[in-house]
């Protein structure tokens, strides 16, 4: 178990240099009389494979070229260098802002007497900050591009969050009944002063985070208490994996469903879409406390507190049964396919049946017995 | 008779016409003049009134170009109509040889005077009646004397005006005045009425126009009775090779023909007949007919040959191996004066030209097909909704303004698969297609001059003729529309280097937009640069 202080030390800006040799690359092509191109891997979901050794997805080896001479490559390469140019600007002002800033930032016209705007539709724009990241080997969050905030934190952790020009001390055991929310980017300025707790619980629903907070669980426990909100955000996942990084043991109590347990393996391996920053959001190391359908063997009152399952969850089991880095799992494909049969399913709010801190108990003893399914 | 039917509809066809020139021949003689007119005026282009005055302009064109061929001389023609009377007047002249005062009346006022008739040669005016006929035609119509003015170029010019005797097909000349003057050529001023002035594509703009496509070596100036001047400009100075008479194959010989030649031939012998008036035949020959043909007797008068016996004979040449006849007399106006002639009036984009080697049809009648075909410019005809498909149709150089819908150029156009040169909108397209019909015997479909008739290995010849400048065509557009995709990628990415290089600039700290731009503008210009023809 680590607890340390200071943690991160000041790193320094790797994106600047990366931009900058960027232009300068495509500079060298011009001056060789060569057509400028981009290349980098390829983001369609059939270059999304699973890395077997780091257990994340990643994207394959599968290349994509953007030439700037090719008539249909143009314009997208135009604005790759147009949105890289930005963002540059960006860092340099340090100032942030949304992908829906950026587009308003790009979308003006290529000249008086051209009947074309660099960028016409922010979906546009979106693709090529995708691109950028990919290009880049960097999150948006590094190229000063806000991402929406979703996720909430209690326990005791310290951050020290430069912004805006001050310095701000937080306390996460400071934060009262609505706890200290995540922000965007969780790198860029966030200092990691002290994180003293012994693990790291991650509760599907805000509803259930507010029981234990209210029960001081997360104080009891020595825990750093998070919800999600449903899916993790991106700053909600790169914070997982931060902590995980401080070797804090992971643990995730989702509802025993297939929306749950998506949930759960989304922080865990990575989701396709996000595949080409797999390594930085991902926190294969967490462990699924539950609900689980072997609850209900093993807690009988969770046996009246079933709900009958919906035709996406079936769906969403059968697809998660079809990836291999979920069916490799005896104990996951045996939740699943009860799921299937039983077509039931367990929310974790039912854990409050018998009484409203039985919650606590439940995780602890889980816990205590490592009673977890990978 | 009998053997006839067996040889096909379009054979036919072609015999009774030639033997309606004979009858028309036959009947004038018969007939009086007028009488003869009025009965024949239909076939001899003298109906509907935009036709024949038309057709009066050819009349008089086609003497000029012919005469002036036959003297060496490039011509420049002179049209003009104006209104008079609720007539029309057509002034015509040229700078031709003239007519020595003492033949004026011969030269002009006597029906089938030239008789280019059993002449075997290629010549424009080489059916029909000519420029008497158009002189009648104005007698007719208006009982007006035509006006004549002409020089041999000796210091004097006189004038006088005509008239021709129907009654005995002889010209009457009247108020004949002779004064010194330098002009040399041929002027003719007659009235006309059942004419009509128009600007169609049967009108004598379009004729002359076209008269002007097949014969660079020719000025012509128009002037409509609106004041209108429009000059076709000379574009070649090589005069057409004199045509040079030939004897007819046997191969292209009907029994019509050769009852004919054979009761117009001055030889003792049938044999001899034979040897004197047609190529390709000797001695030998005759011996294989002689064989061929037993119960016919080679030694007697040609004009007691017998409408079976010529059957027979004729049978026979199609029996006997022949030496291909010669196609010496044929006379293209040639590629390169085309491509002149069409540039100069059409101004086109695109020209291919095609002279195809000479073909016999009906088994022994030499001709040869010369197409062109022009995109843009002035080519095609200005259709209601934009540029149409213009073809033009020649016979020997002569245009060949009416009955498209009968002709064999038009049967091989329409039989052409446009799309396989990528022309599927031809119809819709501003392209002139040329044909010229080279023959010293054109199977045209009457008297009139107007169309040739569907003979298969005529229409073969034309299609392949076309298909050929299609191709080239073809090749041109889609290479064409390859050069614009290629121009409006061009423009596409030009579009993005002042902003690539700004942002380049930037990025990467070093250079100058104007010089990143410049250079980018190079790449994209060597990459972009038209592909060399």
């Given amino acids: 178990m680590v607890r340390g202080e200071n943690l991160e030390k000041k790193e320094e800006d790797k994106v600047l240099p990366k931009l900058k040799s960027l232009g300068k690359n495509l500079l060298n092509e011009i001056k060789s009389g060569t057509s400028p191109t981009l290349e980098f891997l390829a983001r369609g979901l059939d270059n999304v494979i699973y890395d077997e050794k780091n257990k994340i997805l990643v994207l394959g080896n599968r290349k994509e070229k953007r030439v700037f001479l090719s008539a249909s490559q143009a314009k997208k390469f135009m604005q790759t260098v147009a949105v890289a140019a930005k963002c540059k600007k960006f860092k340099e002002e340090n100032l942030h802002t949304s992908i829906r800033g950026l587009f308003y930032q790009l979308k003006f016209t290529l000249g ?13 724009s979106n693709q090529i900050v995708e691109d950028l990241e990919v290009l880049l080997g960097t999150k948006r969050e590094d190229l000063n591009l806000s991402t929406d905030r979703k996720g909430v934190v209690a326990g005791p952790l310290i951050i020290k969050d430069k912004f805006a020009g001050t310095t701000t001390t937080i306390d996460c055991t400071k934060m009262g009944r609505s706890g200290w929310m995540i922000p965007s980017d969780v790198d860029n300025g966030m200092e990691f002063v002290k994180c003293e707790a012994d693990y790291v619980l991650v509760v599907e629903k805000d509803a259930l985070w507010q029981r234990l907070n209210e029960d001081q669980f997360w104080k009891k426990e020595n825990c750093i208490l998070i919800t999600p909100k449903g899916q993790a955000s991106r700053g909600c996942r790169r914070l997982i994996r931060k902590l995980a990084d401080m070797k804090l043991p992971i643990y995730g109590l989702m509802d025993c469903d297939a929306w749950g347990w998506y949930i759960y393996w989304t922080i865990k391996t990575g989701s396709m879409n996000l595949a080409y920053i797999g390594s930085e959001i991902s926190t294969p190391e967490i462990k699924f406390i539950g609900v689980t359908m072997k609850d209900i063997e093993k807690y009988p009152f969770l046996k009246k507190l079933t709900i009958k399952a919906k035709d996406v969850d079936i769906k969403r089991a059968e697809e998660m049964l079809s990836y291999p880095w979920i069916s490799m799992h005896k104990e996951w494909v045996e939740e699943l396919k009860k799921v299937i049969e039983t077509k039931k399913k367990l929310e974790q709010d039912a854990l409050q049946g018998p009484r409203l801190t039985f919650v606590g108990d439940y995780i602890k003893e889980k816990i205590e017995n490592k009673e977890f399914l990978p | 008779m009998s053997g006839k039917k067996e040889k096909g509809k379009k054979e036919d066809v072609i015999e009774k016409l030639e033997t309606e020139a004979h009858k028309i021949f036959e009947e004038f003689k018969e007939y009086s003049v007028a009488e003869f007119f009025k009965k024949n005026r239909q076939m001899l282009g003298f109906s509907g009134k935009v036709r024949s005055l038309t057709t009066v302009i050819h009349e008089g064109v086609t003497n000029s170009l012919d005469a002036c061929e036959e003297a060496r001389i490039l011509p420049n023609i002179y049209v003009k109509i104006e209104e008079a009377n609720n007539h029309l007047k057509v002034y015509m002249e040229d700078n031709g040889p003239g007519i020595p005062k003492e033949y004026v009346g011969r030269a002009l006022g006597r029906m089938l005077a030239g008789t280019k008739f059993l002449r075997f040669q290629q010549s424009r005016g080489q059916q029909g009646i000519g420029i008497s006929g158009a002189i009648l035609f104005s007698q007719i119509t208006t009982g007006k004397l035509i006006h004549i003015r002409s020089g041999i170029g000796d210091g004097k010019v006189y004038e006088c005006d005509l008239a021709i005797d129907v009654k005995t097909n002889t010209p009457k000349i009247s108020n004949f005045v002779e004064y010194p003057g330098n002009f040399r050529g041929l002027g003719i001023s007659a009235e006309y009425a059942e004419v009509k002035y128009d600007r169609s594509e049967y009108s004598p703009l379009e004729y002359l126009k076209a008269t002007a496509m097949a014969n660079p070596h020719a000025q012509i100036t128009f002037v409509g009775p609106d004041g209108e001047r429009v000059i076709f400009k000379r574009s070649s100075n090589v005069i057409p090779k004199k045509p040079t008479a030939v004897k007819p194959h046997p191969l292209g010989i009907t029994t019509d023909d050769l009852i004919s030649y054979a009761h117009h031939s001055k030889e003792r012998k049938l044999s001899s007949f034979l040897i004197q008036n047609f190529s390709r035949v000797s001695e030998q020959k ?52 085309i491509e002149e002639s069409l540039k100069n009036l059409l101004n086109p984009e695109f020209i291919s030209v095609r002279e195809r080697p000479p073909k016999v ?53 329409k039989s052409i698969d446009w799309n396989r040169y990528g022309l599927k909108d031809i119809e819709h397209m501003p392209v002139t297609l040329f044909v010229n019909f080279v023959s010293v015997f054109v199977p045209y479909t009457g008297a009139g001059k107007t169309a040739i008739a569907s003979e298969e290995e005529v229409i073969d010849e034309i299609r392949y003729a076309i298909m050929e400048v299609a191709r080239d065509l073809g090749n041109y557009i889609s290479g064409k529309i390859r050069d614009k995709i290629r121009e409006e990628r061009k423009k596409a990415i030009m579009r993005y280097i002042k902003q690539i290089s700004e942002d380049i600039s930037y990025l990467s700290e070093e250079g100058k937009p104007g010089e990143i731009e410049k250079m980018l503008l190079e790449i994209v210009e060597k990459k972009y640069k038209k592909k060399l023809e």
Avoid at chain 2, 297 to 322: C, D, G, H
Avoid at chain 2, 323 to 333: F, G, M, R, T, Y
Avoid at chain 2, 388 to 403: C, Q, T
């Fill in chain 1, 112 to 124: 008086e007497d051209i009947e074309e705007d660099l960028f016409e539709e922010q979906t546009e």
């Fill in chain 2, 286 to 337: 005759v011996n294989e007919l002689k064989l061929l043909c037993p119960s016919i007797n080679f030694e007697k008068m040609p004009r007691e040959l017998k409408w079976e016996e010529a059957e027979q004979l004729v049978e026979a040449f199609k029996k006997i191996k022949w030496i291909a006849p010669s196609s010496e007399a044929l006379i293209p106006i040639g590629e390169k004066q």
């Fill in chain 2, 361 to 413: 049809y009906r088994g022994g009648v030499p001709f040869l097909v010369e197409v062109a075909i022009c995109y843009g410019g002035r080519c095609g005809r200005q259709g209601k909704e934009g540029p149409e498909l213009d073809i033009k149709r020649f016979a020997n150089r002569a245009p060949l303004l009416f009955d498209a819908g009968g002709c064999a150029i038009t049967e091989a156009v």
